[in-house]
C-alpha cells in the first residue's frame, strides 16, 4: 500500500533561518506529490505540487520542494523562515489502484518560529 | 470565486446521535471529497463523489455514508455517533477527474465535531 512518511513531527527554527521538512512516499510508479499547510483551526492550503518534469518546483509564499525518484523523497524548503510560517505542514501523494484518486497523507510537522 | 464552504463550522453530539455535515464546493466542480482529521490517526480519506455517485471509499465503517446531489453539493452522515468520531471532518473539490489525469483538491476550513 502506497505510505507518506514525514519524520519530523516537530520541527523549531528562528526566524530568518532556513527549513528544510522532509517527506518519503512508498509509491510504484511516478506519484503526483504535494504539500500543504495547516493553520490552527483551518482546512489545508496547497503549497506546491509535482506531477512531472522539472524535479524542482516553486509554490506559494516562498517555499519549493523537490522529487529526488532515488530517495523516494520530496522535501519541502524555505531560505528565509517568517513567523507566520509557523504551523502544520502536510505532504501527500495521490493514491493509486484501489486508492485511485484519493489523497495519502504523512502525519505532518508542526512548524514552531522562534523570535 | 468562492472556495469550499462547509457547514456548520463546529457541531457538539453525544454518543448515540447521527450528524450531517454539508459540504459546498467550488463552482465548476463536480468531484467532492470527505477526510477525516484526528490527532490519532491524522488525515484519512473517507470517500470520493462525482456526478452524485461515489467513486472511492475509505476505509471507514458503514455508519459514515455520503452523498451528493445535482449542483455538486455534498453531505456527509454518521449515525450512532462514538466518542471515536470526534474529528475535524474535511470536505475537497476538484474539476472532474478525467481516467489517467488529476486534478488538485481544494479544501474547506472543515467541520469540527465533538461527540461527548
Known amino acids: 500500500a502506497q505510505s507518506v512518511t514525514q519524520p519530523d513531527i516537530h520541527i523549531t527554527v528562528s526566524e530568518g533561518a532556513s527549513l528544510e521538512l522532509r517527506c518519503n512516499y512508498s509509491y510504484g510508479a511516478t506519484p503526483y506529490l504535494f504539500w500543504y499547510v495547516q493553520s490552527p483551526g483551518q482546512g489545508l492550503q496547497l503549497l506546491l505540487k509535482?506531477?512531472?518534469?522539472?524535479?524542482l518546483v516553486q509554490g506559494i509564499k516562498g517555499f519549493e520542494a523537490e522529487f529526488k525518484r532515488s530517495q523516494s523523497s520530496f522535501n519541502l524548503r524555505k531560505p528565509s523562515v517568517h513567523w507566520s510560517d509557523a504551523a502544520e505542514y502536510f505532504c501527500?501523494?495521490?493514491?493509486?489502484?484501489?486508492?485511485?484518486?484519493?489523497?495519502?497523507f504523512g502525519k505532518g510537522t508542526k512548524l514552531s518560529v522562534k523570535p | 470565486k468562492a472556495g469550499v464552504t462547509q457547514t456548520p463550522r463546529y457541531l457538539i453530539k453525544t454518543r448515540g446521535q447521527q450528524v450531517t455535515l454539508s459540504c459546498s464546493p467550488i463552482s465548476g466542480h463536480r468531484s467532492v471529497s470527505w477526510y477525516q482529521q484526528t490527532p490519532g490517526q491524522g488525515l484519512q480519506f473517507l470517500f470520493e463523489?462525482?456526478?452524485?455517485?461515489?467513486?472511492n471509499k475509505g476505509n471507514f465503517p458503514g455508519r459514515f455514508s455520503g452523498r451528493q446531489f445535482s449542483n455538486s453539493r455534498s453531505e456527509m452522515n454518521v449515525s450512532t455517533l462514538e466518542l471515536g468520531d470526534s474529528a475535524l471532518y474535511l470536505c475537497?473539490?476538484?474539476?472532474?477527474?478525467?481516467?489517467?489525469?488529476?486534478?488538485?483538491?481544494?479544501f474547506g476550513p472543515g467541520t469540527r465535531l465533538t461527540v461527548l
Open positions: 475537497a473539490s476538484s474539476l472532474a477527474r478525467l481516467a489517467g489525469t488529476y486534478n488538485e483538491q481544494f
Open positions: 501527500a501523494v495521490v493514491g493509486y489502484g484501489g486508492s485511485q484518486g484519493n489523497l495519502i
Open positions: 509535482y506531477f512531472s518534469g522539472d524535479t
Open positions: 463523489y462525482f456526478s452524485e455517485t461515489q467513486r
